[in-house]
Structure formats: C-alpha cells, structure tokens
C-alpha cells in the first residue's frame, strides 16, 4: 500500500499480494543464511561423529524463549515457536538428521511428542514398547527418545520410572503435549459399535464419557492408541479412542465425536532421553532419584537440604527400588540445574541421609 493512499480506503489487492510476494523472499533468503551460519557452527566444532554431536537442548530452549519474549503478535507463541523449532531442526539435519525412538506404532501421541519437540526433518523410529525406546537408546541405535513420564489427569507411567531405576540414560528434555482422544471408526456411525480399541491411559482419560455414552460397549486395552486405530480399521462394528492422527494414519477418517477426554486441560508430559547431560539454559529442571536408609524421619532428612538451600520441588514419587524388600526409592523433580551452586550443596547434603542418589539429568524446562 503506498504512503499516499488513505488510512480508510480499500488496499489494492495486487499491491498486498506484491508486497507479501516480497516478504516472503526475504524470508526464504534469510532462512538460507540461517542454515548457512547453521553449517559454519559445525565446523567450528571440528570433525564430530554424527548429528547427536551437534545438538544442543540447552541452546535451542534459549533460541525458542527469545522468539517468545520477542512476539508482540498477531501470531501466538506457539505458532512461533513451532515455526522457529522447524527451522532449526531442517538447519540441524544438513549434518546428518537426529533418530528418535518413541513408543509406535505411527500416529501414538509420542510420536507428536516428537514432532513438537525435535521437528519434521528429524527421524522418528517407532519402537514396540517403552523399554524398547531405552535399549535402543542405550545401544546407540537412536540418538534420543521420547517417553510418556505422567499425565495431568491420570497420573504417572510407572514403567517409564521403573526404567530409570536400571538404567544409566540421562533425560535431556520434557515436552508438553496437549491430548485431545477422538472415537474414530471406519463407518462413523456410534449405533454399529460393538467394541472399542484404545491404550489403557485412553480409556482412564474417557472413562465418563464412555459410561455416560457407551456404556455396554466391549473396551480392549491394546499397546497404543495407534494399534487401536489399526485394528478399528478392519470391521464396521469396531471403534478406536485416539488422535486424528493415528486416524489419518491408518484409514480411520470418520471422527464419530470428540473430544472426548473427561479433562478439558488432558496434557500429557514426555521426557527426552539421552547418553548425556547437557549444561545450562537458565531456565531449567533437575530430575534425581533418592534411594532412602530404612531410618525414622527418612523422607524428612531426604527433602529438608532443599529446603534450607531455597530449591522448589516441582514432584516426588516413590517406587519399590527392587533391591531389598519394603525398600523404597523417591523420584524427585527440582528447579534449577545440577551446577547451579545451591543444587550442589543440596545434593552434597543428601548424601548424608541417602543410600544413593542418582541425578537423571538437569534438562531444559518445556516450552509452550
């Protein structure tokens, strides 16, 4: 539009279309230099074995709250923060892209997880089951995975946390998912439901919905709510409970209704995980593992160091440690990180009253 043209008239059609033809060339040339600067980052970094040696958690969550502290609109954060995450993930992969490992098969809402978190241009490996993610992780075969760690409504993924209790992978990051579950079926007709297939966590998160809907309707628990979608796919009297993308996925494009979890905020948190920690973002969240001596005042002498050194905890959560009868082990999130002097102390404190303590990584706190 030109200077002279009226603040109340009508824009000229062509002139907007020429002016946002512009803009986006400029985009698409500073993208390029993105990529480019992107491509010297690795080579100051020497010759490095693979993608994994050039990621950075901590620096991508800083990148990614500063395009939110920037936005001023009309976009959202998120929307911005979705572009700025794509950018950097296709700048990432002209080293070679990222394996992620997450619970399969395509179309979970851990493979959401890890679009959101790592980007399209990243490679999704879908594993049969969690402990699969941690093997294959462990042995080198992915770069990182993504696991469900607890849902707002539901609570925790114990399988997930028990894994911790053995393994020595550290977690690198969290992801936040929003989880809307769907009643999907080939034929989209709610009369010709016989049965419904849908991971267990679906059917505890729709559980009122279906009481007060479907009530004689059969309910199978299967591995994933993408295997449900898979096996919905085949009859007319069968449904699934799942995203729209495991609908997309597997053929099942008739949404009946939805959604329908029984929590309008269901969020679901994911953890990344990795062979190392990663350092400082400034914004970050300490995941340990305490195994407590069998003493009185245990769990007061486990949380008091934190205390005392002005540490928030954001969760704790006990589980049979599997080493002794009756012996418990207490899975507690902290804010800050693991090098921040006041974490130090703490933990220098615990050792005192513990008879092990694990950290399990100091990682980026989720951004929107």
Same mark, same amino acid.
């Given at each position: 539009?030109?200077?002279?043209?009226?603040?109340?008239?009508?824009?000229?059609?062509?002139?907007?279309?020429?002016?946002?033809?512009?803009?986006?060339?400029?985009?698409?040339?500073?993208?390029?230099?993105?990529?480019?600067?992107?491509?010297?980052?690795?080579?100051?970094?020497?010759?490095?074995?693979?993608? !994994?040696?050039?990621?950075?958690?901590?620096?991508?969550?800083?990148?990614?709250?500063?395009?939110?502290?920037?936005?001023?609109?009309?976009?959202?954060?998120?929307?911005?923060?979705?572009?700025?995450?794509?950018?950097?993930?296709?700048?990432?992969?002209?080293?070679?892209?990222?394996?992620?490992?997450?619970?399969?098969?395509?179309?979970?809402?851990?493979?959401?997880?890890?679009?959101?978190?790592?980007?399209?241009?990243?490679?999704?490996?879908?594993?049969?089951?969690?402990?699969?993610?941690?093997?294959?992780?462990?042995?080198?075969?992915?770069?990182?995975?993504?696991?469900? !760690?607890?849902?707002?409504?539901?609570?925790?993924?114990?399988?997930?946390?028990?894994?911790?209790?053995?393994?020595?992978?550290?977690?690198?990051?969290?992801?936040?998912?929003?989880?809307?579950?769907?009643?999907?079926?080939?034929?989209?007709?709610?009369?010709?439901?016989?049965?419904?297939?849908?991971?267990?966590?679906?059917?505890?998160?729709?559980?009122?919905?279906?009481?007060?809907?479907?009530?004689?309707?059969?309910?199978?628990?299967?591995?994933?709510?993408?295997?449900?979608?898979?096996?919905?796919?085949?009859?007319?009297?069968?449904?699934?409970?799942?995203?729209?993308?495991?609908?997309?996925?597997?053929?099942?494009?008739?949404?009946?209704?939805?959604?329908?979890?029984?929590?309008?905020?269901?969020?679901?948190?994911?953890?990344?995980?990795?062979?190392?920690?990663?350092?400082?973002?400034?914004?970050?969240?300490?995941?340990?593992?305490?195994?407590?001596?069998?003493?009185?005042?245990?769990?007061?002498?486990?949380?008091?160091?934190?205390?005392?050194?002005?540490?928030?905890?954001?969760?704790?959560?006990?589980?049979?440690?599997?080493?002794?009868?009756?012996?418990?082990?207490?899975?507690?999130?902290?804010?800050?990180?693991?090098?921040?002097?006041?974490?130090?102390?703490?933990?220098?404190?615990?050792?005192?009253?513990?008879?092990?303590?694990?950290?399990?990584?100091?990682?980026? !706190?989720?951004?929107?």
């Amino acid at each position: 539009m030109s200077a002279d043209t009226p603040p109340d008239a009508a824009p000229d059609l062509a002139e907007v279309r020429a002016r946002i033809d512009g803009i986006d060339r400029t985009i698409q040339e500073l993208i390029a230099e993105r990529a480019r600067f992107a491509r010297q980052v690795g080579l100051a970094k020497g010759p490095l074995a693979a993608a !994994v040696d050039y990621y950075r958690p901590e620096r991508e969550a800083q990148v990614l709250r500063m395009v939110v502290d920037r936005n001023q609109g009309p976009l959202g954060d998120e929307v911005l923060v979705h572009l700025f995450r794509e950018i950097m993930s296709a700048c990432l992969a002209q080293q070679e892209p990222l394996k992620i490992g997450f619970l399969g098969p395509e179309g979970t809402f851990s493979q959401q997880a890890v679009l959101k978190h790592f980007g399209r241009s990243a490679h999704g490996m879908p594993m049969a089951s969690i402990e699969e993610v941690f093997q294959e992780v462990e042995n080198g075969n992915a770069d990182f995975g993504v696991v469900p !760690v607890e849902n707002s409504g539901q609570g925790t993924i114990q399988v997930t946390l028990d894994l911790f209790l053995t393994s020595g992978l550290k977690i690198c990051g969290e992801v936040e998912l929003r989880v809307h579950q769907f009643l999907l079926s080939r034929s989209g007709r709610i009369e010709d439901i016989e049965r419904i297939y849908s991971h267990p966590q679906s059917f505890a998160q729709t559980q009122g919905w279906l009481r007060g809907n479907l009530p004689q309707v059969e309910k199978i628990p299967v591995s994933s709510n993408a295997e449900g979608a898979r096996r919905a796919r085949n009859a007319d009297d069968a449904a699934a409970i799942a995203g729209e993308a495991a609908g997309h996925v597997y053929g099942l494009r008739k949404v009946i209704t939805g959604p329908i979890e029984d929590d309008k905020d269901n969020t679901t948190r994911f953890l990344v995980i990795g062979r190392q920690l990663f350092p400082p973002s400034g914004h970050d969240r300490t995941s340990v593992l305490v195994f407590i001596k069998d003493q009185p005042g245990a769990l007061f002498n486990v949380l008091s160091p934190f205390a005392r050194h002005g540490i928030s905890m954001n969760r704790i959560e006990s589980r049979p440690s599997h080493q002794a009868k009756w012996e418990y082990a207490f899975f507690i999130d902290l804010a800050g990180h693991v090098d921040d002097a006041p974490m130090q102390h703490a933990l220098a404190e615990l050792e005192a009253h513990a008879a092990q303590i694990k950290v399990l990584g100091s990682y980026p !706190v989720a951004v929107p």
